[in-house]
């Protein structure tokens, strides 16, 4: 699906095309159950707005998914995506013994793919995320549709798990 003539709009999942909240319950008191809360990403519901954003950023973009799910998710991820009407595409995931938080491994990612292709927009939930992009000098769109419970941002960056 992806073109050379085509700029990029990249994609984050958890917080911006699929609702986590409800896996959530798996990391927010200790011990965490990381297997429970990725075990339970098939059952996410659909973010309306960000699917509504994906689709009308692949009217003139190719989207890559970039996220902090582990690649032991994949096969979850991409059949959650063709389900929710976006699948496709190529999915970025960090490696399964990746801690690094995600403003981190994001950037890299997404570094990697400006080398290859104009990186047109980032779209991601989470602040620091975002930040470190337009640091890193991509433009940046924060996905606001979800509310950010205090768990999904641990996760995210003190623990580099999503």
Do not use: Y
């Amino acid at each position: 699906m992806t073109t050379a003539a085509r700029p990029l709009a990249v994609i984050d999942i958890d917080g911006v095309v699929a609702d986590v909240r409800h896996r959530l319950r798996h990391v927010e008191r200790a011990p965490k159950d990381w297997n429970a809360f990725f075990a339970a990403a098939p059952g996410d519901s659909v973010l309306d707005d960000g699917i509504a954003r994906v689709l009308s950023l692949a009217e003139d973009h190719d989207i890559v998914f970039v996220t902090g799910r582990p690649e032991r998710c994949r096969a979850d991820t991409e059949r959650w995506l063709t389900a929710a009407g976006i699948g496709g595409w190529p999915v970025v995931m960090r490696g399964n013994a990746d801690r690094r938080p995600a403003k981190q491994t994001k950037v890299q990612e997404v570094r990697s793919l400006a080398s290859r292709s104009t990186v047109a927009v980032v779209v991601d939930d989470d602040p620091e995320v975002c930040a470190a992009m337009r640091a890193a000098g991509f433009p940046v769109e924060q996905a606001e549709w979800m509310t950010r419970p205090a768990a999904l941002g641990a996760a995210q960056e003190a623990e580099g798990r999503t």
